[in-house]
């Protein structure tokens, strides 16, 4: 596709389950990023890969909270035993980049997000 | 901790007024500071600025960073209701990680 998708849009679970919230960045974009944000709020942080790597996961709120981008491209956020407070929108991004190590930034396209209510 | 401020967080005006956004940042290793708007959807990219002093335009958006400051502002002319928005401002690093101020909300009324 053109843009960064993102699936399921709207997720409702109940407390205690676990969620994996999926993101397809755009075709060719090496970096992937994940955030959180609430209503009202500017993105937060969470964690992101280069290529497959993850480069940095200091934004990951517990050890509740993984990601992985194994062959590169498809991201998955996992949320692990879901709690009331975890309710957010989450949004992907990527961004194009010329390789690992480059000291670069670089425009960051959002998805569409998936809004996760836990109840 | 780094941080992102803007000011104001919410602003209502009128058609055809002129506004001005602001944003202060402390990031650590800053490398470039972006503006995104955001409707009911994802964040849409507006502006990436690296250099102190040099006027980035797009239509009637414009946008300037002064790194000595740490510093930066938003300017929207003759606003339009479709200028309604949060505008968002992110400090990125080198190494690419972004952090988001938590937006001003724009609202322009006919």
Redesign the interface.
């Known amino acids: 596709g053109a843009g960064?998708s993102q699936s399921p849009r709207y997720k409702v679970t109940k407390r205690g389950q676990d969620v994996a919230l999926r993101c397809d960045p755009i075709s060719g974009h090496v970096?992937l990023?994940w955030?959180r944000q609430a209503l009202?709020?500017?993105?937060?942080?969470l964690t992101?890969f280069?290529y497959e790597a993850q480069?940095?996961k200091s934004g990951l709120p517990n050890d509740r909270f993984s990601a992985e981008r194994p062959e590169g491209s498809i991201s998955t956020l996992t949320i692990q035993r879901t709690e009331q407070r975890d309710s957010a929108m989450y949004?992907c991004a990527s961004?194009r980049?010329a390789g690992p190590g480059e000291?670069?930034?670089?425009?960051?396209?959002?998805?569409?997000?998936t809004r996760l209510t836990v109840l | 901790e780094d941080k992102?401020v803007q000011s104001p967080l919410s602003l209502v005006v009128h058609e055809g007024d002129t506004v001005t956004l602001n944003c202060s940042y402390e990031v650590t290793n800053f490398?470039?500071l972006?503006w995104?708007k955001q409707e009911k959807?994802?964040?849409?990219?507006l502006f990436?600025l690296t250099s102190s002093g040099i006027e980035k335009k797009s239509g009637r958006l414009s946008s300037i960073l002064d790194k000595k400051e740490l510093f930066s502002i938003l300017n929207i002319t003759a606003t339009q209701t479709g200028d309604s928005a949060i505008y968002?401002c992110?400090g990125?690093?080198?190494?690419?990680?972004?952090?988001?101020?938590?937006?001003t909300r724009l609202s322009v009324l006919p």
């Open positions: 960064v970096s990023y955030y009202g709020q500017g993105p937060e942080f992101y280069n480069q940095d949004r961004s980049l000291q670069n930034t670089d425009t960051q396209y959002f998805g569409p997000g | 992102v490398r470039s972006l995104y959807k994802a964040p849409t990219f990436m968002l992110a990125a690093h080198y190494g690419q990680n972004f952090v988001f101020g938590p937006g």
